[in-house]
Nanobody
Framework: QVQLVESGGGLVQAGGSLRLSCVAS????????MGWYRQAPGKQRELVAV???????KYADSVMGRFTSTRNNPKNTIYPQMDNLKPEDTAVYYC?????????????WGRGTQVTVSS
């Protein structure tokens, strides 16, 4: 099993920035990528970003150019930097870990952290 713990959520004004983090522990060799999904009230959960152990990244069109993911492999930690935040970015952000081959398959989930962007 892999445990994932998120931190860094909060309230920010539109145009502001937040930096989340997610630490993985346990059998981290079971995953070759980590990422973030988000879920806004009344909406389906959507993939925001994925970063592989090698540093390859993939972003949703809605956050391209505003969100940047980095990782610290020795610490099994990823850091999504979210800039120019918009009210529509308001959601619970869930860290996850899985296997990224042709597609990203999530195997493990964190509990989520709330991000609220005020207009």
């Amino acid at each position: 099993q892999v445990q994932l713990v998120e931190s860094g959520g909060g309230l920010v004004q539109a145009g502001g920035s937040l930096r989340l983090s997610c630490v993985a522990s346990g059998r981290t060799r079971n995953v070759n990528a980590m990422g973030w999904y988000r879920q806004a009230p009344g909406k389906q959960r959507e993939l925001v970003a994925v970063i592989s152990n090698g540093g390859n990244t993939k972003y949703a069109d809605s956050v391209m150019g505003r969100f940047t993911s980095t990782r610290n492999n020795p610490k099994n930690t990823i850091y999504p930097q979210m800039d120019n935040l918009k009210p529509e970015d308001t959601a619970v952000y869930y860290c996850n870990g899985g296997r990224w081959l042709a597609e990203y398959y999530v195997k493990y989930w964190g509990r989520g952290t709330q991000v609220t962007v005020s207009s």
